[in-house]
């Protein structure tokens, strides 16, 4: 079966840094996607890796290795905006999303 | 660009109504869109994937005469939740994928929240 596993929780403190992991095995691989979601609130774009490797936007970086399964977000200087769920999604070998359950941040100050 | 939107934002309907929830892509065109509902402190549930013009498809345990999908327009596809019961209480969001695109490229809709009482 097609698995995806995110920590369910997480705490950090506004101004540290976080990272989120997430471990994936699903027919295929065609790309991760990385969304941030609050509460009440459709999920938004946050990042897209296919290649191996750190993809840096800003305070948010992603990286992805294929040989591993594995991705994390790393989120830095954080802001208590960052509170929130941040959702792994793969793209599978027939290009259907596959969403993990989430992984919720609270940031203290 | 890629602005979805849903109408209505939020509904409360008394059990055994029928709800109608419409999603349309306002900047571009869409040929497949997807409906997915979440339940509080879980993830995404895909439901169904709408394509223009075709038999939306089911996501196994999702019933389709239950979830009504209508996709005639490039720009909009509608969720109707018939007969409808509390434990179908729910936020419901679509998500669109632009013609051409890969149909894992989906932007979403803010979210529609179903309570049935």
């Known amino acids: 079966g097609q698995n995806i596993d995110q920590p369910t929780e997480m705490t950090a403190t506004e101004g540290a840094i976080v990272q989120i992991n997430c471990t994936y095995q699903?027919?295929?691989?065609?790309?991760l996607f990385w969304y941030q979601q609050h509460a009440g609130e459709a999920p938004t774009f946050l990042s897209y890796n296919v290649l191996d490797g750190l993809e840096e936007k800003g305070r948010f970086s992603s990286f992805l290795s294929r040989s591993k399964g594995y991705s994390y977000l790393l989120l830095k200087e954080l802001q208590m905006k960052d509170s929130a769920s941040y959702l792994c999604a793969v793209v599978d070998s027939n290009y259907q999303l596959i969403w993990g359950a989430g992984t919720k941040l609270i940031i203290k100050p | 660009g890629a602005v979805v939107s849903q109408h209505p934002s939020w509904v409360i309907c008394k059990s055994g109504t029928s709800v109608k929830i419409e999603c349309r892509s306002l900047?571009?065109?869409?040929?497949?869109m997807f409906w997915y509902r979440q339940f509080p402190k879980q993830s995404l549930m895909l439901m169904a994937t709408s394509n223009e013009g075709s038999k939306a498809t089911y996501e196994q345990g999702v019933e389709k005469d239950k979830f009504l999908i209508n996709h005639a327009s490039l720009t909009l596809s509608t969720l109707t939740v018939t007969s409808a019961h509390p434990e179908d209480s729910s936020f419901y969001i679509c998500?669109?994928?632009?013609?051409?695109?890969?149909?894992?490229?989906?932007?979403f809709g803010p979210g529609t929240r179903l309570t049935v009482t």
């Open positions: 998500s669109a994928s632009p013609t051409g695109q890969d149909t894992y490229e989906q932007y």
């Open positions: 699903t027919s295929g691989f065609n790309g």
């Open positions: 900047d571009f065109q869409a040929t497949t």
